[in-house]
C-alpha cells in the first residue's frame, strides 16, 4: 500500500506493520521511540466496553486521543469530525470533555496502539493532505501486557 494513503494526521507516529494488499497497516510509535501511550475517548460504549460513536445534542462524536507515556505528547488518534469519508455528519468536541479508557479486564491505563486503514483510492481529492485523510474504513486495536483489545473500534466512515 502506498505511503501517501497514511493518513496525514498519523504520519508522525505511524510505523509501517505488515504488507497488506488492500489495508495500511502500522502502529503508533513516538518519536522519542516510545510505544506506550494512555488513551482518551469522547465516546459511547458497546456491551463490551468498547467505544463507539456518541450522540450530542448537534449530532454525532467520537474522539480518540493518545498521550505517550515516556514524553507526555498528546496525539489525534481518530476525530470523526475531521477524519475520514463521511466527517460532515460529526461534531468536534473540546479537549477537556475526553475521559481515559481503561482496560476493562485490568484496569491498565497504557497500551500498544494497532492500527489498519482502509484508504479512498477511487475518488481522486485534490490534495494529498485530503485524500489521506478521507479513509474508508478504520480499526484499531489496543493491548495492555495481559490483553488484546481486538477492534477496540472498527468503524466505517462512510
Ligand atoms: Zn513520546
Ligand atoms: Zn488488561
Known amino acids: 500500500m502506498e505511503q501517501r494513503l497514511i493518513p496525514y494526521h498519523l504520519r508522525k507516529i505511524w510505523r509501517a506493520a505488515s504488507e497488506e494488499p488492500y489495508w495500511l497497516h502500522g502502529e503508533c510509535v513516538c518519536p ?23 450522540q450530542t445534542e448537534d449530532g454525532f462524536a467520537l474522539m480518540i486521543h493518545g498521550i505517550c507515556e515516556s514524553c507526555g505528547e498528546r496525539y489525534v488518534l481518530f476525530d470523526a469530525s475531521r477524519h475520514g469519508y463521511d466527517c460532515s455528519l460529526y461534531s ?67
Open 32 to 54: 522519542c521511540g516510545c510505544d506506550r501511550f494512555r488513551i482518551l475517548v469522547f465516546a459511547d460504549k458497546r456491551e463490551n466496553g468498547y467505544p463507539c460513536t456518541a
Open 92 to 158: 468536534a468536541v473540546p479537549e477537556d470533555m475526553l475521559s481515559p479508557w481503561l482496560c476493562p479486564d485490568c484496569q491498565a491505563d497504557t497500551f500498544g496502539i494497532e492500527l489498519f486503514i482502509q484508504p479512498e483510492e477511487d475518488t481522486p481529492y485534490d490534495t494529498e493532505e485530503e485524500q489521506s485523510e478521507a479513509f474508508g474504513w478504520i480499526r484499531m486495536d489496543l493491548s495492555c501486557p495481559g490483553h488484546t483489545h481486538t477492534e477496540w473500534i472498527s468503524l466505517e466512515t462512510m
